[in-house]
């Protein structure tokens, strides 16, 4: 017998989704995905959907817009055939373009707020969202849930020497407090600026007795370029902290980024199954279906 929900698997969060669709003990909708030549999606779906409720996966990291495409595709189909359509966006691409930072800039989160709405959308769930602040952009229900216990828990199983939570930036500084809360330890956040126009991040804040010889968990949403995490990494070990870790939500670690980040003295990055990965080994799909039931 048919579920009463489907699992809709996009080609990005095919781990994640066949595990959701466990939790939920509904039934998987795997996606087939040919690109052609010119970059265009052809997607199969193989399976059937409930007529009730579809649930779709999919993550928008690189190559973030044929993901985009995709995701759209998938909730279009699905609404097809379901009355209600969910579509978790593990790692939501965009959602650091949710301001108008410089004059003349697009907010792009507006925009994927019509697509989800336009393409058949019920409601939006996201994991870690940059800032809540892209979410309000959409007209349609949406949720954001947090991987903060499940890294900790990963956490809680490692040795520590006196551990400190860190916070690259003020922008993370309540991500690093609940992170700190949850592990049981006190959190410090430092002062980072970037420029605007190159991208590139400097450490401004100035000297941190409270990180000398202590182990620390450095916290952040993403990585992308890793230059937050590198330049804050080498400022705290000229503060003559112990071993730094990194505990973060989405690693996309574009290019050579892991080995910089490693090279920088940073000793295990930790991150989450919203993007695959080697460094994505905490499972979140326990913490998605919570959402979801
Ligand atoms: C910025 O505010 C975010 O929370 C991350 O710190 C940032 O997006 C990471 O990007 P990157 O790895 O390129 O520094």
Do not use: W
């Amino acid at each position: 017998m048919l579920s009463k929900v489907s699992v809709i698997s996009g080609k990005a969060s095919e781990e994640l989704a066949r595990k959701l669709s466990r939790k939920l003990k509904a039934n998987l909708v795997k996606s087939e995905v040919r690109v052609f030549a010119d970059g265009e999606s052809k997607i199969t779906l193989k399976g059937t959907i409930s007529k009730r409720k579809s649930v779709i996966v999919q993550s928008i990291y690189p190559p973030v817009d044929t993901n985009l495409v995709q995701a759209l595709s998938l909730i279009s189909k699905a609404k097809e055939k379901s009355s209600e359509v969910i579509a978790v966006i593990p790692y939501m691409g965009y959602a650091r373009q949710d301001r108008e930072f410089l004059p003349g800039e697009i907010i792009t989160m507006r925009v994927l707020g019509k697509l989800f709405k336009g393409a058949g959308a019920s409601k939006i769930i996201a994991v870690d969202i940059h800032s809540m602040i892209g979410l309000k952009h959409f007209n349609i229900i949406t949720k954001n849930v947090t991987a903060i216990p499940d890294l900790v828990k990963y956490f809680k199983k490692l040795r520590l020497k006196s551990p400190l939570v860190v916070s690259p930036d003020q922008g993370g500084k309540d991500r690093a407090r609940d992170f700190a809360k949850e592990f049981g330890t006190e959190y410090i956040a430092l002062q980072k600026k970037r420029d605007r126009r190159t991208g590139k991040v400097q450490i401004k804040t100035k000297n941190v007795d409270e990180v000398v010889n202590r182990d620390l968990i450095l916290v952040d949403d993403m990585i992308s370029t890793g230059g937050s995490i590198i330049k804050a990494t080498q400022f705290l070990k000229k503060q003559k902290c112990k071993r730094v870790f990194v505990a973060c939500t989405h690693a996309l670690l574009m290019n050579d980024a892991e080995k910089k980040i490693r090279k920088a003295g940073v000793s295990r990055i930790v991150s989450t199954n919203t993007i695959p990965g080697k460094t994505s080994i905490v499972d979140v799909s326990n913490t998605i279906a919570k959402a979801i039931i």
